[in-house]
C-alpha cells in the first residue's frame, strides 16, 4: 500500500511541478501561458484559470498524500536497530574525544 501511495505521490510532484512551470509569472519567467501559445484553444483568461485551479487541486492531492504517508510511516522506524543516536557505540570503536 506505502509503494503505491510513494508512487502516486511522485506521479503528482512530477504533475505539479509541470503545471507550475507552465504559468505566466508576473515577469514573465518560464511561463508559456497565453492566447498566443495556446492558439484558439482558449483565452489567456481560461487557460489562466485551468492551471491555477489544477495547481490547487494538485497541491491539496500532494499535502494529503504527503500527511497520509507521514501516519504511516509514523512508528515504522521505532524497531531495534533503527535507531544509531540511543545505541551506545561498539566496545572495539574509538572514543570521540573532541
Known amino acids: 500500500m506505502i ?24 515577469g514573465g519567467g518560464l511561463g508559456i501561458g497565453g492566447s498566443q501559445g495556446m492558439g484558439s484553444f482558449m483565452s489567456g483568461r481560461g487557460t489562466a484559470t485551468l492551471l491555477t485551479r489544477s495547481t490547487a487541486v494538485l497541491g491539496t492531492v500532494f499535502m494529503v498524500l504527503s500527511l497520509t504517508l507521514a501516519v504511516m510511516n509514523r512508528g515504522a522506524s521505532t524497531g531495534a536497530g533503527h535507531d544509531i543516536l540511543a545505541q551506545p557505540p561498539a566496545a572495539g570503536a574509538p572514543a570521540d574525544t573532541h
Do not use: P
Open 3 to 26: 509503494t503505491v501511495l510513494l508512487l502516486l505521490h511522485l506521479f503528482v510532484t512530477i504533475a505539479l511541478i509541470g503545471t507550475i512551470l507552465i504559468q505566466r509569472s508576473e
